[in-house]
């Protein structure tokens, strides 16, 4: 795995670059999901389950540190 790249949008705040670096590992995880099925080492249903539920777990992040119902 590689290291997080830096955020450089002109809309830098701590949450951002939280979600930015999620997004990063989301990336890297399904790469790795990607190679798993297509080396037969996972079934696509497997790779498929797998990677919806990265996915929830950064929209979860994503939801919570953007939440603009917070006060």
Excluded: C
């Excluded at 670096?21 to 797998?50: H, P, R």
């Amino acid at each position: 795995m590689e290291a997080h790249g830096s955020y450089r949008g002109s809309d830098w705040s701590p949450e951002r670059l939280v979600f930015h670096q999620n997004l990063e590992t989301f990336a890297d995880q399904v790469g790795l999901i990607v190679a798993l099925q297509a080396n037969g080492k996972m079934s696509q249903d497997e790779a498929y389950a797998s990677i919806k539920k990265i996915w929830k777990n950064l929209k979860f992040t994503r939801d919570s540190l953007f939440d603009n119902t917070k006060s």
